[in-house]
């Protein structure tokens, strides 16, 4: 399972951007997805979760501002963010739990995006 970030850009203190993470690949079934970022000298922090079940988690620092979202069609994951702040910046990297069943066995693991960079400018 491949995931692959994209979305992310240069903008100005109180705009928006729509980060999107699509999955491709074998995938028996793709549980929790999950945004995290890293900001330069920062160790990389859980911004958003979405489950199978459309259950949701925010950081305290982005609540009210970003909204996870996720088709199940698609494959696809997104991230609304809104009022972006200088604090926002970051390379943002899309994370999920991926099951892979086949007749000889059964494998979950963690798959990661390559990151897309989110620059917010004063």
């Known amino acids: 399972v491949q995931l692959q970030a994209s979305g992310g850009g240069l903008v100005q203190v109180g705009g928006s951007l729509t980060l999107s993470c699509a999955a491709s690949g074998r995938a028996s079934s793709i549980r929790a997805m999950n945004w995290y970022r890293e900001a330069p000298g920062k160790q990389r922090e859980l911004v958003a979760s979405?489950?199978?079940?459309?259950?949701?988690n925010y950081a305290d620092s982005v609540k009210g501002r970003f909204t996870i979202s996720r088709d199940s069609v698609k494959n696809t994951m997104y991230l609304q963010m809104t009022n972006l702040k200088p604090e926002d910046t970051a390379v943002y990297y899309c994370?999920?739990?991926?099951?892979?069943?086949?007749?000889?066995?059964?494998?979950?693991?963690?798959?990661w995006g390559q990151g897309t960079q989110v620059t917010v400018s004063s």
């Open positions: 979405i489950t199978s079940d459309r259950i949701t």
């Open positions: 994370n999920a739990d991926v099951v892979v069943i086949t007749p000889e066995s059964t494998e979950a693991f963690y798959a």
